[in-house]
């Protein structure tokens, strides 16, 4: 039942930016830690961005200072801002919550970065 539907990947020029949007069903949004992972061909998934309930957040280094993650609990809906895009960037980001539970991964949504 539970479904995080991850979206607003695409490809974009290094330095570029993306939205990325996950919208939630079947739990309780608002009491949720929530976090955006990432995963490239031949790594290990790494959470880049975290959301506490109370809207307070946390950055991998790597990304600290050009992602930005935010929620609207109204619309169970968390995102994130990526800016200054680089083409390490690219991967398969997803979210889910922090931390993930595994029934809950989705398709999630393909950021290609070009240099």
């Known amino acids: 039942q539970v479904q995080l539907v991850e979206s607003g990947g695409g490809l974009v020029q290094a330095g570029g930016s993306l939205r990325l949007s996950c919208t939630a069903s079947?739990?309780?949004?608002?009491?949720?830690?929530m976090a955006w992972y990432r995963q490239a061909p031949g790594k290990q998934r790494e959470v880049v961005a975290v959301?506490?309930?109370?809207?307070?957040?946390n950055y991998a280094d790597s990304v600290k200072g050009r992602f930005t993650i935010s929620r609207d609990n109204a619309k169970n809906t968390v995102y994130l801002q990526l800016n200054s895009l680089k083409p390490e960037d690219t991967s398969v980001y997803y979210c889910n919550v922090d931390p993930p539970i595994s029934a809950y991964w989705g398709q999630g949504t393909q950021v290609t970065v070009s240099s």
């Open positions: 079947g739990v309780i949004f608002r009491v949720l830690t």
């Open positions: 959301i506490t309930s109370g809207g307070r957040t």
